[in-house]
């Protein structure tokens, strides 16, 4: 019995610890850029995952400037109707859940935030386009009785978290858990779960559950190849630069038929682009100062303008890109991407235009038509047929009256091998033999 009982006290301890870890599964997503239809994608399957998995937690780790509007009210519901109990976590230390980032915060079953980190300045102005006064009026207060239900299922703040809507206040990581707008303040992870585990929560339908949360197995969600790709190109700064590398290639390859890799490049890369910018608020005038833009840099090409043209294209097309995004200022394609960016699309853009205008309008140099305008010395005399001798060849040459044997001839038309001539009137009676 002696040996017995320890043996049976490891076997216990052995299947409770191996329950412990099948129980412990954490599913963890990461949201580190701007808020808008991919990231609700993104989330929406890490929850699915987790129900099918049968994960004891989801975690998501927040750093985000904010989002469009329309994109966190669907993110707040995936994460409100989720099967299994969220953990919102702002972090790393420097970061914040700012604007759109609130919400979700505030959405979460269990509400954390890393020392170093704020929150909060959640005025729907910021989330999506600019409105007039009364609109703005309007959406905050949609926005503030959105968030006060949410907070007080929570059990959280009501009254502060919809100062950070109606008044754009914002929070440190202290300040946000003296006051009841955040459950937890953790260094790193391992802390996070430590205090996790054993806390009872009550789900947003009221139920209440206790988290287990013993040596805790993450799990980071696998994205996709579509969600990495839309993921790295959702940056409107990105996806300015596609657009524009995308029609300078197409343009390359209309200017210059046959190159084939800068049209399908340009083509792909003008593609991606849009696809980008489709998921973003796109105001109409910037994309109207970006084709008067082009317009102007073809004038430039065409006519002597002395650079004004030119110069009134980049102007256009900065803006243009500066306008071409509505939304916070986050989601905004910056300045200096917009200058980097069109002051080498103008120059490369004027230089090719120009070549190709110079090339149609410069006189044909070689062939049948290369010939035409070409002066040389009548061989024979030409009444009305005769030799003519060309660029260091004879031709077969007629003419509409008698020209004589060394008389300047300039040829007017070809015909097969057959050039139609005139006599140069000034030397008509030179010899140039």
């Not at 808020?35 to 998995?53: C, L, S």
């Not at 596609?242 to 593609?271: K, M, R």
């Not at 065409?302 to 900065?318: C, D, E, K, Q, Y």
């Amino acid at each position: 019995m002696s040996l017995a009982h320890p043996i049976r006290l490891a076997v216990a301890f052995t299947l409770l610890a191996a329950g412990a870890r099948a129980d412990s599964r954490v599913i963890a997503v990461t949201i580190d850029n701007v808020i808008h239809p991919i990231t609700v994608e993104i989330v929406g399957k890490t929850i699915e995952q987790a129900r099918r998995e049968d994960a004891a937690l989801i975690l998501i780790r927040l750093n985000t400037p904010g989002g469009l509007l329309e994109a966190t009210r669907q993110l707040v519901e995936k994460i409100i109707a989720s099967p299994v109990p969220v953990v919102a976590y702002v972090t790393p230390s420097g970061g914040r859940a700012a604007s759109a980032g609130f919400f979700i915060l505030q959405a979460a079953d269990v509400g954390a935030m890393a020392p170093g980190t704020n929150t909060g300045a959640a005025s729907p102005v910021l989330l999506g386009e600019q409105m007039d006064p009364v609109l703005r009026r309007k959406a905050e207060n949609d926005a503030a009785a959105a968030l006060r239900t949410i907070v007080q299922k929570r059990a959280r703040n009501a009254e502060l978290a919809e100062k950070a809507v109606l008044e754009a206040k914002a929070f440190t990581e202290k300040e946000a858990l003296e006051n009841r707008l955040i459950e937890i303040v953790a260094a790193n992870e391992r802390e996070l779960f430590e205090k996790l585990n054993g806390r009872e929560i009550t789900r947003f339908d009221g139920t209440r559950q206790t988290l287990r949360l013993v040596m805790p197995e993450v799990v980071e969600y696998q994205k996709n190849t579509r969600e990495r790709l839309v993921s790295a190109i959702s940056d409107p700064n990105i996806a300015f630069i596609l657009l524009v590398l995308g029609a300078l290639g197409v343009y390359i390859e209309f200017s210059s038929p046959g190159l084939i890799v800068p049209g399908v490049a340009g083509g792909i890369l003008l593609l991606l682009g849009l696809s980008a910018l489709s998921v973003l608020p796109i105001n109409w005038i910037g994309v109207a100062l970006l084709v008067l833009a082009v317009a102007l840099f073809i004038l430039e090409a065409n006519f002597a303008s002395h650079g004004i043209l030119g110069v009134g294209g980049a102007v256009a097309m900065i803006l243009g890109a500066m306008l071409l995004v509505e939304g916070p200022p986050e989601i905004r394609i910056r300045f200096s991407t917009a200058l980097g960016v069109t002051l080498p699309f103008a120059l490369i853009t004027v230089f090719l235009l120009a070549l190709v205008i110079r090339a149609r309008s410069a006189k044909v140099a070689t062939g049948a038509a290369g010939m035409i305008g070409e002066c040389g010395i009548a061989h024979s005399a030409i009444a009305p047929e005769g030799r003519v001798f060309i660029h260091g060849e004879f031709w077969d040459a007629v003419a509409s009256k008698p020209i004589p044997a060394g008389a300047r001839v300039r040829v007017t038309d070809v015909d097969g091998l057959t050039v139609r001539v005139e006599p140069v009137e000034s030397d008509s009676g030179g010899s140039h033999g």
